[in-house]
T-cell receptor, first 112, second 113 residues
Framework: GQQLNQSPQSMFIQEGEDVSMNCTSS?????WLWYKQDPGEGPVLLIA?????ELTSNGRLTAQFGITRKDSFLNISASIPSDVGIYFC????????????FGQGTTLQVKP | DVKVTQSSRYLVKRTGEKVFLECVQD?????MFWYRQDPGLGLRLIYF???????EKGDIPEGYSVSREKKERFSLILESASTNQTSMYLC????????????FGSGTRLTVV
């Protein structure tokens, strides 16, 4: 089945640094989503991307839908301690059922 | 505030026990999902349901079953729990018309000993 490869698996950074993570797929996706999971909570949607080449921002977060439709990246600028958590990319299943396929997650730790 | 509530935050069960994980949503969503979350593997879909009494297998249904007798409630059943089912289980729901409008519960961390 379709798979998403997300990297890096984990990051440990200093407060104020910028962060970049990406997701690649073996097949084309029509939609890319980025979620954040705070410790002890379920994932929450951060950004949704619907069109190849689309660049979308949400505060300090910026995400792009790759031109090939097989990749996406998420940047966080000027990280703060509350950015800690697990970030997941997700793509829409090509069977058109609306099922989401998730990446393995990137665990972010921020040192104050 | 819309909510997906999972009945237990932590559960410890013995090998061979029948385990029920309950999920309730108060948003009148048609679709409900059960995912399993493991480090390095992300979220993997176990089962989903498009409507009452309907269910479809996800990517890893083996060892699990589900029940959806009422629209607001979606139960995940481990018929005979095994240690390799120790994991975090996440329930989610979404309205039929919003393909990406998933709302997740806070999760149930199940340990099978």
């Amino acid at each position: 089945g379709q798979q998403l490869n997300q990297s890096p698996q984990s990051m440990f950074i200093q407060e104020g640094e910028d962060v970049s993570m990406n997701c690649t797929s073996s097949s084309i996706f029509n939609t890319w989503l980025w979620y954040k999971q705070d410790p002890g909570e379920g994932p929450v949607l951060l950004i949704a991307l619907y069109k190849a080449g689309e660049l979308t921002s949400n505060g300090r977060l910026t995400a792009q839908f790759g031109i090939t439709r097989k990749d996406s990246f998420l940047n966080i600028s000027a990280s703060i301690p509350s950015d800690v958590g697990i970030y997941f990319c997700a793509g829409r299943d090509s069977s058109n059922t609306g099922k989401l396929i998730f990446g393995q997650g990137t665990t972010l730790q921020v040192k104050p | 505030d819309v909510k997906v509530t999972q009945s237990s935050r932590y559960l410890v069960k013995r090998t061979g026990e029948k385990v029920f994980l309950e999920c309730v949503q108060d948003m009148d969503h048609e679709n409900m999902f059960w995912y399993r979350q493991d480090p390095g593997l992300g979220l993997r879909l176990i089962y989903f349901s498009y409507d009452v009494k309907m269910k479809e297998k996800g990517d890893i249904p083996e060892g699990y079953s589900v029940s959806r007798e009422k629209k607001e409630r979606f139960s995940l059943i481990l018929e005979s729990a095994s240690t390799n089912q120790t994991s975090m289980y996440l329930c989610a729901s979404r309205p039929q018309r919003l393909l990406y409008g998933y709302t997740f519960g806070s999760g149930t961390r199940l340990t099978v000993v």
